[in-house]
């Protein structure tokens, strides 16, 4: 909060300040995808992992779905950045950008354990703060997201209703590519 | 009709699992073993990606957090004679003919959807525990079931040797970036309960001087 006053992003009551739309900036940048793109082939996985398409950040490509940006993230993103970045003095700013970004894939690992105790929630919730104030420290031209605000609810739904897999939305998501993929043009068998 | 397919199945069920219990008896004679194999791939039931599956899981993880409370017992006599062996003979070469008659030899395990595969194909890169070191990472030598259960040899990974730590770019985040491992294997093979397998791992060649695997359990 200070530090955002002190930039003059937000007024004295904490209220966002209207600069007119920021300039998208790029935080990995056409040298660091190809990076990506060349661990993705050297990369060894099992073969029942749900590889992230092999060209990440082009749009010919096609979005990701929620299963490939978990792979995308949680390994090959950690695997080329801590290679790359993690060499980096403390003070760097790609190190700080990496670190912050190692809490939130540890967050996120913790959130998908199949079993979770009370100390696994602490630990999420503690890593899941230390990204979001570290997030607000590196991108201060950035808003906090509706997603990124829940994330900070997650911990107390992992304790009343346990591990994810039991509640989460996937099997809907799966059902609305069923009914997507159904054909709407009244034409039998076309 | 009414009422015959319940009593139909039911009736299999039993019989499967009666036979599933005959075939653990010690006393079993041997020309009935080339039968287990056959029986374990007909009544094999794929359950990955349902409720049934997720109860599985939690069983394993139960019993790996009993700390062996339930785990095969690895100390009866075959399969620490087996272990004698891995520890005296560095080459282990020919340990097929070295395992006990009555185990039936797996090319692979299907578990919580995963598939754990012998020899060099990525199924059977592994972390898993060992009674004495931390989680270590190593590859699937061999699988075999005996007794009903089942037994991985594993070929581990070499430690990092301290004078490399400096390589290690991983920030002590291993949870989230991985490690740094050596590429090397040790000689010395290891004998473990399946239960002892925690997970996959992806890896990828950091280095030649010296060889370096960062390892990212999955």
Known sequence: MQKRLAEGLVDDDGALLDHGTPKKT???????????????????????????PKHPGEVRWGKFKADEWKSFCTVNLPITLSRLWGKRPKIDRHYRMLDNFLQLVTAVNLANQRRITEEQIIRYHSHITTYLKGFIDLYPFASITPYQHLSLHFATHLRRWGPTHSWRCFAFERYNGVLQGLPTNNKFGQ | MAGDLEKSKFLRFCRSQNLRHLFTEAQLPVEILPIIATFEKRYKVNIRGTLLDDAGSYGIEQRIKLGGK????????????????????????????????????????????????SGGNPNGLIIFSSPDTTPKAGQIVLIFLYS???????????????????????????????????????????????????????????????????VLPI
């Open chain 1, 26 to 52: 790029n935080v990995l940048g056409k040298d660091t995808l190809g990076e990506i793109r060349g661990d993705m082939e050297e990369l060894k996985l099992p073969s029942w992992f749900r590889v992230a």
């Open chain 2, 70 to 117: 339930h785990q095969p017992d690895i100390d009866g006599s075959h399969i620490a004679c087996i272990r004698d062996y891995l520890s005296s003979n560095d080459n282990n070469t020919g340990i097929k003919e070295f395992i006990p008659s009555r185990a039936v030899v797996l090319q692979h395990v299907e578990r919580n959807g995963r598939r754990y595969q």
């Open chain 2, 148 to 214: 009903s259960h089942t037994f991985v040899i594993i070929r581990p990974f070499r430690e990092l040797e301290a004078s490399y730590r400096p390589f290690d770019f991983t920030l002590g985040l291993a949870e989230a970036a991985g490690y740094l491992s050596s590429a090397e294997v040790e000689s010395a093979l290891i004998l473990v309960p399946f239960t002892k397998i925690l997970s996959h791992f992806a890896s990828i060649s950091v280095g030649t001087e010296p060889p370096l695997l960062h």
